[in-house]
């Protein structure tokens, strides 16, 4: 069992920047983590990942080159930095830890933890 907590998050204005915390405790052993995203009426969609082994990162088109995705292999924890954020922006973002050693690290078929997702707002 992965256990994720999240924490982050809030309402901020156009143009800001967040920093969003994913604490992964449990079983040690994890090929990857992602973050997903949530806007209101849509289906959950893929937003960064890192394999954990070599730190290959994965981005959405839509957020290349403004999010970062990071880990500190000491803490157990996976961040995504978020810059340069749009009104678009706005969901609830929920960190994803997979124990899967093959997938698709862009679906949300190849992790099977998730945490309890926290608010992100973007005001134009």
């Known amino acids: 069992q992965v256990q994720l907590v999240q924490s982050g998050g809030g309402l901020v204005q156009a143009g800001d920047s967040l920093r969003l915390s994913c604490a992964a405790s449990?079983?040690?052993?994890?090929?990857?983590m992602g973050w997903f995203r949530q806007a209101p009426g849509k289906e959950r969609e893929f937003v960064a990942a890192m394999t954990w082994s070599d730190g290959i990162t994965y981005y959405a088109d839509a957020v290349k080159g403004r999010f970062t995705i990071s880990r500190d292999n000491a803490k157990n924890t996976v961040y995504l930095q978020m810059n340069s954020l749009k009104p678009e922006d706005t969901a609830v973002y929920y960190c994803?830890?997979?124990?899967?050693?093959?997938?698709?690290?862009?679906?949300?078929?190849?992790?099977?933890?998730w945490g309890q997702g926290t608010q992100v707002t973007v005001s134009s």
């Open positions: 994803a830890a997979s124990t899967r050693a093959y997938g698709n690290r862009r679906s949300e078929d190849a992790y099977n933890y």
């Open positions: 449990g079983r040690s052993f994890r090929f990857a």
